[in-house]
């Protein structure tokens, strides 16, 4: 897995306790998950279908770096299913995990899509084609 983006945990960041709100961290994650489809499936109308059960596993503190990594885990027909884990870039402490995140892939008239795609591909390789 690949954790590719970093967060730095501000003061608007935090929750009453002083720790991240899991709002915001899943809004990231959220994003992270549209972003990952986007390049995958070379297309930009894509959703978030389904979110499976999410272990917040340890809080992160004011001041932490966090990283968020994410990574195709199946290919369907429309859908692709996604893996996130958030960990301390320093410590490497474990901070969240999600097993399933399911995308949809849309076309023009906002209809689930087939998307044509089987495997992880990188961007270097499509350009070197
Ligand atoms: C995404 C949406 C178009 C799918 O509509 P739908 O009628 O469920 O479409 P389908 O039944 O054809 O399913 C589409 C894909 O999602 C998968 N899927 C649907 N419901 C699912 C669920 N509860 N869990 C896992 N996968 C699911 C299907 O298996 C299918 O994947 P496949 O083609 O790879 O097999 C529709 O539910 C929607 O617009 N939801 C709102 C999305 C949204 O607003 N997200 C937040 C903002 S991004």
């Not at 720790?19 to 990952?36: P, V």
């Not at 429309?78 to 995308?103: F, G, P, Q």
Request: proline residues 3%.
């Amino acid at each position: 897995m690949n954790f590719h983006t970093r967060k730095w945990v501000r003061p608007t960041d935090l929750n009453p306790n002083s720790t991240l709100f899991g709002g915001r961290l899943l809004e990231w994650i959220d994003e992270e998950a549209a972003l990952y489809t986007i390049v995958q499936l070379e297309n930009k109308h894509i959703v978030t279908k389904f979110i499976s059960e999410i272990n917040f596993i340890n809080a992160p503190r004011q001041g932490d770096i966090i990283e968020i990594g994410i990574e195709a885990v199946a290919f369907g027909r429309t859908s692709i299913t996604l893996r996130c884990e958030v960990r301390n870039k320093l410590t490497r402490e474990d901070i969240l995990s999600i097993d399933k995140i399911i995308m949809v892939n849309l076309g023009e008239d906002g209809k689930p899509a087939e998307h044509g795609k089987t495997k992880i591909e990188y961007v270097k390789d499509r350009l070197s084609l």
